[in-house]
């Protein structure tokens, strides 16, 4: 391993450090504080603000998800009522 110079900019950020770990981001982050990447196939470790960002998006997805089932069958279903009640209501 690497030996950090005091000099090196890298040394601050990765001072007190115990195991230093580079992210995709660039940032530093100790793996002790470090998140797995809930990209699917990922087995990577990633820094805390990719993951706050990852569960940002992912909160998004699982709500698009919830608009496109869930919430755009009752639409539907309002919809299908409203054009039988123009018909004249149920056959039974
Ligand atoms: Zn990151």
Known sequence: MKEFNENDSVYDEVDGME??????CGQWFDLN???RDLRWGSNKIICKSCHNNQLKRKDIEDQIYEL????????E???LKKIL????GPIN
């Open 19 to 24: 195991m230093p770990c580079k992210c995709d």
């Open 77 to 79: 279903i309002k919809k």
């Open 33 to 35: 504080d470090g998140k």
């Open 85 to 88: 009640d123009q018909l004249g």
């Open 68 to 75: 496109e089932t869930h919430d755009n069958k009752k639409r």
